[in-house]
């Protein structure tokens, strides 16, 4: 049997063997071309190298690092299309034909230790003129020195120029930590130094000494104030108001006066009535000088006796003035006492104050101790950034003194001739033939598979299979000889060796659908499938296995097939379709060569075809066929041009699809079938039509007897018409 792959080449060499032919040949026209060309002159190759230099004395460290730097370079810098340009304008080469003569090889890296394995670099040029070749190497040898060399004084330039840019910033930089420090220490250093030596500490304690001292001071005056007190039985306040008034003489000679003014009273009140002028005289010299008494008291006291408390009548007045000179001296030491007391308390107040503020600038040392720490510390980073810089600076101008390139030349170049085989022209245009072959091949295969269309029964039968769904037969082509115009191939003889294959459709589908399945749909996804031609045998098969079968020709839109069946159709139905359903004596027409073969042709083509599918008359059909009949078979048109197989489906129990090689696209097949499934329409399976099958004739045939004939899909090339409906 023939591979599946074989078969699908094989139908794709018929449809597209021109294509293939003119890439075989386009191949074969150039290899020819390529064989008759001449051979070309011989080349010669101008071989040397350079190697990794360094300076004969280095006394910075910035010129060994650019001359470590400068073995870095790779072959796009050392071949860069700036210098290829150069050296092929001076040596009046194209630039494009130096940069493809020359080969640079650079010298391999350890992968463990990262270090190069050697120190040489090979260079090659290739030319057909010997002593050019020679001068274009040695051009460019130099020019890669020199470039190295620029490269090396370019990169210290630029660190140079980096460094001068940053010094003047770092150098404000480190002034202004300076400066910041400067003004701290101003502020306060004494504070952190007198902490660190003690005198802090010391000022401390010797303010609570002064406390303890003023203290006691005040203690020793409060007891002379309490024992003075005892003896006068007078406070400070009364104390220093007695005093002052007791020693005022104004006072006194008030307080003389009224004497004398209240003992005349005195004596004449005994003869003299209150009423009496003189009484009334005295009694208003009496107050006059009371009033004095009073005025004079509160200018002695001053602040109109808010200083100390007087007593507001002049008896109080009286009697807080009349100290006798020792009484006085005890009441003003009480006064200088009391005076002395609040001094002290003062002083007290102020040590104390002292104190409170000595320990909190004792207790922010530390944070003033890390702050000057820190100003330190950035002073001293700020001086390491700018000695560093001021250091990198004269190593690298030192090291601009010296600079030289990497590379060197290790070894002149010398000439070798590369010597070429002449090609053979017949080894040459036979590998062009054997890639035209394979391209021309190929172009063929490519094209058949991107077609999308099923080539073989076996691709149908593995998307079935992929999909879980039921194969039903595989139906061979049958032979389209003597058949009428627009006629299809009928199994109508019993003796057919065709039969069997639509009888193997017919159990099977009697298999799968049950006894319940009685009205089938045959449909396919385009034409030229065979769908009615499965369903006209699928009708004989049934007929001829003794089941009343009814074969309807619901595609309205094309005209009938069946005269096919020696049935000749109405020729008044297209006009009146509707009467023509409504009338099974007229529609139903009995095949005359076949027992229990009845079949229903179609009055198409019908305009309203799915006025006609969805109408009373074709329901009343449809109800009346299913009773009377054991199998009744709709044949519709294809699901790719109408709806129509949608429309006459609810009559049927089971759906049947139709597929065949080099006609049925993978596509379409699948979408249907995931459409029949999702929709739950019934599908029962689906048939291979038009399959490559070997028919074996049986031995009492004569002129065929012991042979095969091979149905294969060239028959289907040849066979225009057959199965195709």
Not at 142 to 164: C, F, P, W, Y
Not at 399 to 413: D, G, Y
Not at 533 to 559: Q, W
Not at 605 to 623: D, F, H, K, N, T
């Given at each position: 049997?023939?591979?599946?792959?074989?078969?699908?080449?094989?139908?794709?060499?018929?449809?597209?063997?021109?294509?293939?032919?003119?890439?075989?040949?386009?191949?074969?026209?150039?290899?020819?071309?390529?064989?008759?060309?001449?051979?070309?002159?011989?080349?010669?190759?101008?071989?040397?190298?350079?190697?990794?230099?360094?300076?004969?004395?280095?006394?910075?460290?910035?010129?060994?690092?650019?001359?470590?730097?400068?073995?870095?370079?790779?072959?796009?810098?050392?071949?860069?299309?700036?210098?290829?340009?150069?050296?092929?304008?001076?040596?009046?080469?194209?630039?494009?034909?130096?940069?493809?003569?020359?080969?640079?090889?650079?010298?391999?890296?350890?992968?463990?230790?990262?270090?190069?394995?050697?120190?040489?670099?090979?260079?090659?040029?290739?030319?057909?003129?010997?002593?050019?070749?020679?001068?274009?190497?040695?051009?460019?040898?130099?020019?890669?020195?020199?470039?190295?060399?620029?490269?090396?004084?370019?990169?210290?330039?630029?660190?140079?120029?980096?460094?001068?840019?940053?010094?003047?910033?770092?150098?404000?930089?480190?002034?202004?930590?300076?400066?910041?420090?400067?003004?701290?220490?101003?502020?306060?250093r004494p504070a952190i130094l007198a902490a660190e030596n003690g005198s802090l500490l010391s000022a401390v304690t010797n303010s609570?000494?002064?406390?303890?001292?003023?203290?006691?001071?005040?203690?020793?005056?409060?007891?002379?104030?309490?024992?003075?007190?005892?003896?006068?039985?007078?406070?400070?306040?009364?104390?220093?108001?007695?005093?002052?008034?007791?020693?005022?003489?104004?006072?006194?000679?008030?307080?003389?006066?009224?004497?004398?003014?209240?003992?005349?009273?005195?004596?004449?009140?005994?003869?003299?009535?209150?009423?009496?002028?003189?009484?009334?005289?005295?009694?208003?010299?009496?107050?006059?000088?009371?009033?004095?008494?009073?005025?004079?008291?509160?200018?002695?006291?001053?602040?109109?006796?808010?200083?100390?408390?007087?007593?507001?009548?002049?008896?109080?007045?009286?009697?807080?003035?009349?100290?006798?000179?020792?009484?006085?001296?005890?009441?003003?030491?009480?006064?200088?006492?009391?005076?002395?007391?609040?001094?002290?308390?003062?002083?007290?107040?102020?040590?104390?104050?002292?104190?409170?503020?000595?320990?909190?600038?004792?207790?922010?040392?530390?944070?003033?101790q890390l702050e000057r720490s820190r100003l330190e510390q950035e002073v001293g980073l700020k001086k390491a950034v700018f000695d560093?810089?001021?250091?990198?600076?004269?190593?690298?101008?030192?090291?601009?003194?010296?600079?030289?390139?990497?590379?060197?030349?290790?070894?002149?170049?010398?000439?070798?001739?590369?010597?070429?085989?002449?090609?053979?022209?017949?080894?040459?245009?036979?590998?062009?033939?054997?890639?035209?072959?394979?391209?021309?091949?190929?172009?063929?295969?490519?094209?058949?598979?991107?077609?999308?269309?099923?080539?073989?029964?076996?691709?149908?039968?593995?998307?079935?299979?992929?999909?879980?769904?039921?194969?039903?037969?595989?139906?061979?082509?049958?032979?389209?000889?003597?058949?009428?115009?627009?006629?299809?191939?009928?199994?109508?003889?019993?003796?057919?060796?065709?039969?069997?294959?639509?009888?193997?459709?017919?159990?099977?589908?009697?298999?799968?659908?049950?006894?319940?399945?009685?009205?089938?749909?045959?449909?396919?996804?385009?034409?030229?499938?065979?769908?009615?031609?499965?369903?006209?045998?699928?009708?004989?098969?049934?007929?001829?296995?003794?089941?009343?079968?009814?074969?309807?020709?619901?595609?309205?839109?094309?005209?009938?097939?069946?005269?096919?069946?020696?049935?000749?159709?109405?020729?008044?139905?297209?006009?009146?379709?509707?009467?023509?359903?409504?009338?099974?004596?007229?529609?139903?027409?009995?095949?005359?060569?076949?027992?229990?073969?009845?079949?229903?042709?179609?009055?198409?083509?019908?305009?309203?075809?799915?006025?006609?599918?969805?109408?009373?008359?074709?329901?009343?059909?449809?109800?009346?066929?299913?009773?009377?009949?054991?199998?009744?078979?709709?044949?519709?048109?294809?699901?790719?041009?109408?709806?129509?197989?949608?429309?006459?489906?609810?009559?049927?129990?089971?759906?049947?699809?139709?597929?065949?090689?080099?006609?049925?696209?993978?596509?379409?097949?699948?979408?249907?079938?995931?459409?029949?499934?999702?929709?739950?329409?019934?599908?029962?399976?689906?048939?291979?039509?038009?399959?490559?099958?070997?028919?074996?004739?049986?031995?009492?045939?004569?002129?065929?007897?012991?042979?095969?004939?091979?149905?294969?899909?060239?028959?289907?090339?040849?066979?225009?018409?057959?199965?195709?409906?």
């Amino acid at each position: 049997m023939t591979p599946p792959i074989i078969k699908r080449y094989v139908i794709a060499f018929e449809k597209y063997k021109w294509i293939g032919l003119a890439s075989f040949g386009l191949i074969v026209a150039g290899s020819t071309v390529v064989a008759i060309q001449p051979d070309p002159p011989p080349t010669y190759v101008a071989d040397s190298s350079l190697t990794y230099s360094r300076p004969p004395v280095s006394f910075s460290a910035t010129g060994s690092e650019i001359q470590q730097q400068g073995q870095e370079l790779n072959e796009e810098v050392l071949l860069s299309d700036q210098l290829i340009e150069r050296v092929g304008t001076k040596m009046n080469v194209s630039p494009k034909t130096v940069g493809a003569s020359v080969a640079l090889k650079l010298p391999r890296r350890n992968a463990r230790t990262g270090q190069l394995e050697s120190n040489i670099i090979e260079l090659k040029y290739r030319d057909s003129n010997p002593k050019r070749a020679q001068e274009v190497l040695v051009e460019l040898m130099q020019a890669m020195v020199k470039l190295s060399s620029d490269i090396n004084t370019g990169r210290l330039r630029a660190i140079i120029e980096k460094i001068n840019e940053r010094i003047p910033q770092a150098r404000s930089e480190l002034q202004a930590a300076e400066q910041r420090l400067e003004i701290y220490d101003r502020r306060e250093r004494p504070a952190i130094l007198a902490a660190e030596n003690g005198s802090l500490l010391s000022a401390v304690t010797n303010s609570q000494n002064q406390q303890r001292l003023i203290q006691q001071t005040v203690a020793g005056i409060d007891a002379q104030v309490r024992s003075l007190q005892d003896k006068l039985g007078l406070n400070v306040g009364q104390a220093y108001v007695s005093s002052a008034l007791s020693a005022d003489p104004i006072l006194g000679n008030l307080r003389t006066q009224l004497y004398q003014t209240e003992s005349q009273i005195a004596l004449l009140r005994k003869d003299l009535r209150p009423e009496h002028p003189t009484m009334i005289q005295l009694q208003r010299q009496k107050q006059a000088t009371e009033e004095l008494l009073q005025q004079r008291a509160a200018e002695v006291i001053g602040g109109d006796g808010t200083a100390a408390p007087l007593a507001g009548s002049v008896t109080g007045i009286r009697a807080q003035s009349n100290l006798d000179p020792a009484r006085q001296q005890l009441a003003n030491q009480m006064v200088a006492l009391q005076t002395q007391r609040e001094t002290l308390e003062q002083q007290l107040l102020q040590q104390r104050r002292e104190e409170l503020q000595l320990r909190q600038e004792y207790s922010q040392i530390p944070n003033k101790q890390l702050e000057r720490s820190r100003l330190e510390q950035e002073v001293g980073l700020k001086k390491a950034v700018f000695d560093q810089m001021q250091a990198k600076l004269t190593d690298a101008k030192t090291a601009e003194a010296e600079t030289v390139s990497s590379f060197s030349v290790a070894r002149l170049p010398s000439i070798t001739a590369d010597a070429k085989k002449p090609k053979s022209i017949p080894l040459t245009l036979g590998v062009g033939g054997f890639l035209g072959f394979l391209v021309g091949g190929g172009v063929i295969f490519l094209l058949g598979s991107l077609e999308g269309t099923f080539r073989t029964r076996e691709d149908i039968r593995d998307s079935l299979k992929q999909r879980e769904v039921a194969m039903l037969g595989e139906l061979p082509l049958m032979p389209v000889d003597d058949l009428p115009p627009e006629g299809i191939p009928v199994v109508l003889s019993s003796e057919s060796l065709y039969l069997e294959f639509y009888e193997k459709f017919r159990s099977n589908l009697r298999r799968l659908g049950g006894r319940d399945l009685k009205v089938v749909l045959i449909t396919s996804t385009s034409s030229q499938e065979g769908k009615t031609t499965s369903a006209y045998n699928l009708g004989v098969a049934a007929a001829r296995a003794g089941k009343r079968t009814l074969i309807i020709e619901t595609d309205l839109r094309s005209p009938s097939r069946c005269l096919s069946l020696k049935v000749n159709p109405d020729p008044d139905a297209t006009l009146e379709p509707l009467r023509y359903y409504g009338s099974l004596s007229e529609c139903i027409r009995l095949v005359p060569e076949v027992e229990n073969l009845y079949i229903i042709p179609s009055p198409g083509p019908v305009r309203q075809s799915a006025a006609v599918l969805e109408s009373s008359e074709m329901r009343r059909l449809m109800e009346d066929v299913r009773e009377r009949y054991d199998l009744v078979i709709l044949d519709t048109n294809s699901l790719s041009l109408s709806n129509d197989p949608l429309l006459i489906q609810p009559y049927s129990d089971g759906i049947v699809l139709v597929a065949r090689p080099n006609y049925t696209q993978e596509n379409m097949l699948g979408e249907a079938i995931d459409q029949l499934l999702e929709a739950e329409l019934g599908l029962v399976g689906v048939i291979i039509n038009g399959a490559d099958i070997s028919i074996v004739l049986p031995p009492s045939d004569e002129s065929l007897s012991g042979e095969e004939v091979g149905i294969t899909d060239e028959v289907t090339e040849i066979s225009v018409g057959a199965n195709k409906i």
